[in-house]
């Protein structure tokens, strides 16, 4: 029913910044929320971030709060991570998550996902 496409990861320089984006296509993809896990090698999937459709809530992990910021075009159907203060700690696979219920919470199980996009923070 949703097919993601994460685009954007590339490597850049701890302290600096990047954007990802999230193609969702679907008849009802507009209408999800959505949430932007991240797994680095060896280690467990980790939450980062969540969009909602209605109400058009945010969530951010602890570590990640202050310098990513979530946010959604829902004529596009795309959901972007604009990720700051990049630290090389941040250097994961990153993959976007759609839920059918509309209001973005925590703790969710997401139905669909993407196949992940790399980012690299050099030291």
């Known amino acids: 029913q949703v097919q993601l496409v994460e685009s954007g990861g590339q490597l850049v320089q701890a302290g600096g910044s990047l954007r990802l984006s999230c193609a969702a296509s679907?008849?009802?993809?507009?209408?999800?929320?959505m949430g932007w896990f991240r797994q680095a090698p060896g280690k467990e999937r980790e939450f980062v971030a969540a969009i909602g459709w209605w109400p058009v809530n945010t969530y951010y992990a602890d570590s990640v709060k202050g310098r990513f910021t979530i946010s959604r075009d829902i004529a596009k159907n795309t959901v972007y991570l604009q990720m700051r203060s990049l630290k090389p700690e941040d250097t994961a696979v990153y993959l976007c998550?759609?839920?059918?219920?509309?209001?973005?919470?925590?703790?969710?199980?997401?139905?669909?996902w993407g196949q992940g996009t790399q980012v690299t923070v050099s030291s």
């Open positions: 998550a759609a839920d059918p219920r509309g209001d973005a919470g925590l703790g969710r199980v997401y139905a669909y």
């Open positions: 679907g008849r009802t993809a507009s209408r999800y929320s």
